[in-house]
């Protein structure tokens, strides 16, 4: 009993600290791919960036999975719908591993390619051909892109300004100006990348993000400044008459966002703009003078 107590006592640290270790190493290869609903397409093959919107620990990682090609382009003037199993197949052909890989967005990609798309020598290649180019099994996915590139000469793309993460920032934390930073980014760039620290700083993590990770729309949100069933204050503006009054809030809401309020007694609920801390704007276009004197009366009874 003793031995089998004491075997217990040295396998414990040892089995905590292969946890983290596997936590940590999760954590720092996770990817997350926000599939987009529509695609308009130039080129002659479908590539993973094309059809989502990607984030990854890493730039390296990111521009790899980035520029992993999928499946030929539809022939011009078609539409081709492609599915999350079938990228998950697709993916694992090339050789990625899905572990650590989480899919959002929409459940199907629709390709589309344009009528007047002009055929050039990599275009008028036959799809069968492309695809076996883009896929070819040679251990390398760095291999199978150049056997797509393989023929043709592409300009290299000119540097751009995107916002990368410095230091973690936890979620539902609030990014400050020193988690965030300016970097050059020579790759294809996501659609809703942030090219502006105005766009990031002052926003709400949606999730844990950690450094190194270029910052796209979906990663942040405003921060709310109203939440339900709080009292507020309520501006009317119209000509050189402002009128306040105070009304419930019936949704959060963040900085520019339009939500329902209803006034103290209940009898009217009207839709108003978040300007502020517990502070929303009625913009009163073309209202009568007794209309605001009715709302005037209104604020002196609730007060």
Same mark, same amino acid.
Do not use: C
């Given at each position: 009993?003793?031995?089998?107590?004491?075997?217990?006592?040295?396998l414990?640290?040892?089995l905590i600290a292969?946890?983290?270790?596997l936590?940590w190493?999760?954590?720092?290869?996770a990817?997350?791919?926000?599939?987009?609903?529509?695609?308009?397409?130039?080129?002659?093959?479908v590539?993973?960036g094309?059809?989502?919107?990607l984030s990854?620990?890493?730039?390296?990682?990111?521009?790899?999975l980035?520029?992993?090609?999928?499946?030929?382009?539809?022939?011009?003037?078609?539409r081709?719908?492609?599915r999350?199993?079938q990228i998950?197949?697709?993916?694992?052909?090339?050789?990625?591993?899905? %572990?650590?890989?989480?899919?959002? @967005?929409t459940?199907?990609?629709? *390709? &589309? !390619?344009p009528?007047?798309?002009?055929p050039?020598?990599?275009?008028q290649?036959k799809?069968?051909?492309?695809?076996?180019?883009?896929?070819?099994?040679?251990?390398?996915?760095?291999a199978a892109?150049?056997?797509?590139a393989?023929g043709?000469?592409?300009?290299?793309e000119?540097?751009?300004?995107?916002?990368?993460?410095?230091?973690t920032v936890?979620?539902?934390?609030?990014?400050?100006?020193?988690?965030?930073e300016?970097?050059?980014?020579?790759?294809?760039l996501?659609?809703?990348?942030?090219?502006?620290?105005?766009?990031a700083?002052?926003m709400?993590?949606?999730?844990?993000?950690r450094?190194?990770v270029?910052?796209?729309?979906n990663?942040?949100e405003a921060p709310?400044?109203?939440e339900?069933?709080?009292?507020?204050?309520?501006f009317?503006?119209?000509g050189?008459?402002?009128?306040?009054?105070? %009304?419930?809030?019936?949704q959060d @809401?963040?900085?520019g966002?339009? *939500? &329902? !309020?209803?006034t103290a007694?209940r009898?009217?609920?009207?839709?108003?703009?978040?300007?502020?801390?517990?502070e929303?704007?009625?913009?009163?276009?073309?209202?009568?003078?007794?209309?605001?004197?009715?709302?005037h009366s209104?604020?002196?009874?609730?007060r």
């Amino acid at each position: 009993m003793t031995t089998t107590h004491t075997y217990r006592r040295q396998l414990t640290p040892l089995l905590i600290a292969l946890i983290i270790l596997l936590s940590w190493s999760q954590a720092s290869t996770a990817v997350e791919i926000v599939l987009r609903q529509q695609v308009t397409l130039q080129g002659p093959v479908v590539r993973l960036g094309d059809v989502a919107d990607l984030s990854a620990s890493t730039d390296s990682q990111l521009q790899d999975l980035i520029a992993t090609p999928l499946m030929p382009a539809p022939a011009p003037g078609t539409r081709r719908y492609l599915r999350i199993a079938q990228i998950r197949d697709l993916l694992a052909a090339s050789g990625i591993s899905l %572990a650590g890989i989480t899919f959002h @967005g929409t459940t199907q990609v629709a *390709i &589309q !390619v344009p009528k007047n798309r002009s055929p050039g020598a990599a275009s008028q290649r036959k799809p069968a051909q492309a695809l076996m180019d883009g896929l070819q099994p040679t251990g390398s996915r760095l291999a199978a892109r150049q056997q797509v590139a393989r023929g043709r000469t592409k300009p290299p793309e000119p540097k751009q300004s995107v916002v990368v993460l410095a230091r973690t920032v936890e979620r539902g934390m609030l990014v400050r100006a020193v988690d965030v930073e300016v970097r050059d980014w020579a790759g294809r760039l996501p659609l809703r990348a942030l090219r502006s620290l105005d766009r990031a700083v002052g926003m709400v993590a949606r999730q844990t993000l950690r450094p190194g990770v270029l910052l796209l729309e979906n990663h942040l949100e405003a921060p709310r400044l109203v939440e339900r069933g709080e009292t507020v204050t309520v501006f009317a503006r119209t000509g050189g008459i402002q009128v306040r009054t105070h %009304a419930v809030a019936k949704q959060d @809401g963040g900085l520019g966002d339009l *939500i &329902q !309020v209803e006034t103290a007694d209940r009898r009217e609920r009207f839709m108003a703009r978040v300007t502020g801390l517990r502070e929303l704007d009625v913009f009163a276009t073309g209202a009568t003078v007794a209309e605001h004197t009715t709302l005037h009366s209104d604020r002196r009874r609730l007060r």
